[in-house]
Structures are given as structure tokens and as C-alpha cells.
């Protein structure tokens, strides 16, 4: 059983997100880690516990500062790579966060999968990429929900 860390935005398009997970945890057996913030990490604890996937939550520190957040985000984001044996990663394109755990993996050499959720009008599109660290296992496919 792989387990799997979960990064991605916090405001990205959940129904992308939620079509994309159920689709992929309806063929894979997985074993999820995830932070307790909305957006991508969100709809995955919630397609994971609809499945019965066992899950490990990250929960992060609130309420103490935005420096002190911060800190306590990065140092278990990088328990969460270090740990996964792969990741989904769910990103817009603009999240810094989300920006940060792509080098994370890449420097750990971590092999993750990156969906790049665009909304447009009333359809998003999703640019699928798979790497292992700083190379490409397949190339970039796009596709429209």
C-alpha cells in the first residue's frame, strides 16, 4: 500500500479536485497524509474517508502569528514528504505554498504527480504532469471536466 501525501491550494476548484481523487482512489490502494487546511487536502481527507481510506492528519498551529503558522506548515509538510512514498499535488499556478512543497519533493527526489487546475468559464482544465524529483515521467496531457 503507498502512502500518499496530499499538498495542493487552498482556493482551487474542489469539484476538479474531488472528480480527480475519486476517480484515481477508485483504482489505486493508498494510504493518505494529509494537513487539516481546505481546498485540495480538504476534498481528499473527504473522498478518503468516503472510501475508508485510512488518513493521518497533519494538524497545523492557528491563532499564534503568521510566522509561527508558517513554520509549524513548512516543518510538517517536510515530515509529509519525507515520509510519502508519492504526492498529489493540486496546484493553480499562483499558490506560494504549494510552490514551496514542489521544490520540497523535488529535493527529496520524491516521485509525485502534479494537476494544474485552471477555471475557465463554467469548465476547468486540469494540465497532468508526472515527475520523479526535477524529471518528467510523462509529459504533460491536458484535459477538460
Known sequence: MKKIAIFGSREIDTEAVTNILNEM???????????????????????????????????????????????????????????????LVFWNGESKGTEREIKMLKKENKPYRLFKIEKKENDFYVTYRVFQGTKFKIDEIQFKG
Open 25 to 87: 482512489m477508485s483504482k489505486e490502494i493508498w494510504y493518505i497524509t494529509s494537513g487539516n487546511i481546505k481546498g485540495a487536502a480538504e476534498c481528499a481527507r473527504n473522498v478518503a474517508s468516503d472510501k475508508g481510506i485510512k488518513i493521518t492528519l497533519y494538524n497545523y498551529e492557528s491563532g499564534l502569528g503568521f510566522y509561527v503558522a508558517l513554520k509549524d506548515i513548512t516543518t510538517k509538510n517536510k515530515k509529509m514528504v519525507q515520509e510519502c512514498d508519492e504526492a
